[in-house]
């Protein structure tokens, strides 16, 4: 597959970049919790850096009103953050309008940073709104699009920007790309592995991966509407309703459902204990998987030759339910680099990988979590279309 990335640019050197980032990390009281994000933009802002770019800077936050400016969502600690990583002053423009934006970058030298507030601040950003794109274009010979996690976003600085700019990937979207390319074209067999909570944004991923899959391994909160669909009893665990009717009318001899899963008998608290699937009672809360499923799945991954997995496989954040995502987790990090290809992606997914200090062991863990589900389910990805 052909990318246009800025080493396809010609010409390069001096040129106003409207670089799009997905610099969107959480933020409490000023400080950044995790840096992880920020550190993935580095090599596309220092590759510019190096042809001498004036470089302005576009991202989000997610939680932001639509067109209204709110302190708690602003870029600042961000700009911050990166301009302590790049040893460079970076200037925030509040208002993103021709004057003050305009003039500012106007008077920016070869290698400046200026980044522009929270462009979910701006009313017509979620409405992919061209008079918002066309204002952008303005700033800027070339656009650039570096936000992976939100290019399945029909927003106007992913997407409608791209009709008034040349318009190029950066490198992480290239890295992205190549990287889940290779999971969509995998070397057999190919393991994945599902969890999470709502089925109804996965379907698209099951549907396409089914096809290329020698086993789907489904755990999690999603594990319970295929359970229910198959005559189990699930208790009070949490369920899609909406997503019921798909999971009744999946068929395939290459899913696999937890044999075996680790409920309490309240909400909060209780008393835990490991159960047979069959033997889950009315008052039950599925929060895991149980050992023996761990076991079934370790031994599918230590076959596969490609594995994807996005989605814990529990409540992995208390942690008498962290035992299924983080076992998933080590046994995906120690058979991936060489014994096959993996892949992981999704917020809480990496959080757990994190967790294990195995981090560095997976060949690639993307930034995007809905943009990964869309990207391997075959969805439209509106901020990579013209550039892929």
């Known amino acids: 597959m052909a990318i246009k990335t800025i080493r396809n640019v010609k010409n390069l050197y001096g040129k106003k970049v409207l670089l799009r980032t997905d610099l969107n990390v959480p933020i409490k009281k000023g400080k950044i919790l995790d840096d992880y994000k920020i550190e993935q933009q580095l090599a596309t802002i220092r590759f510019l850096l190096e042809k001498h770019c004036r470089i302005i800077l576009v991202s989000h936050l997610s939680g932001t009103i639509p067109g209204k400016f709110d302190e708690k969502y602003s870029v600042k600690p961000i700009a911050k953050a990166l301009s302590k990583m790049l040893g460079k002053s970076i200037v925030v423009v509040k208002e993103i309008n021709d004057f003050e934006a305009g003039k500012k970058i106007s008077k920016a030298k070869y290698g400046d940073i200026i980044m522009l507030e929270n462009i979910r601040f701006e009313e017509g950003e979620e409405k992919n709104s061209r008079a918002l794109a066309k204002k952008l274009a303005k700033l800027a010979d070339i656009y650039i699009n570096d936000a992976f996690a939100v290019s399945h976003r029909a927003h106007a600085s992913l997407s409608a920007i791209k009709d008034y700019l040349p318009s190029y990937a950066g490198l992480l979207v290239e890295k992205e790309i190549i990287n889940l390319n290779k999971a969509l074209h995998p070397q057999k067999p190919l393991i994945t592995v ?195």
């Open 194 to 388: 599902i969890g999470g909570s709502k089925i109804s944004t996965k379907i698209a991923l099951v549907k396409n991966l089914e096809k290329k899959s020698s086993y789907l391994l489904v755990g999690g909160a999603l594990a319970n509407n295929f359970l229910l669909a198959h005559g189990y009893e699930v208790g009070k665990s949490m369920v899609d309703e909406e997503s019921i009717g798909f999971a009744k009318k999946f068929k395939s001899h290459k899913l696999i459902l937890p044999v075996d899963v680790t409920v309490s008998n309240r909400a909060k608290g209780g008393e835990v204990r490991v159960k047979k699937v069959n033997d889950v009672n009315k008052t039950d809360y599925i929060f895991d998987i149980g050992p023996e499923t761990i076991r079934l799945y370790s031994h599918f991954i230590k076959k596969a030759a490609t594995i994807i997995w996005n989605g814990p496989m529990g409540k992995f954040e208390e942690g008498q339910f962290k035992y299924g995502t983080m076992s998933i987790a080590r046994v995906v990090a120690a058979h991936s680099r060489g014994k096959a290809f993996g892949v992981v992606g999704g917020g809480e997914t990496v959080e757990a990988l994190e967790k294990t200090s195995m981090f560095e062991y997976v060949d690639w863990v993307s930034t995007g979590g809905g943009a990964m589900l869309s990207y391997l389910g075959g969805e439209p990805m509106p901020g990579l279309e013209g550039i892929i």
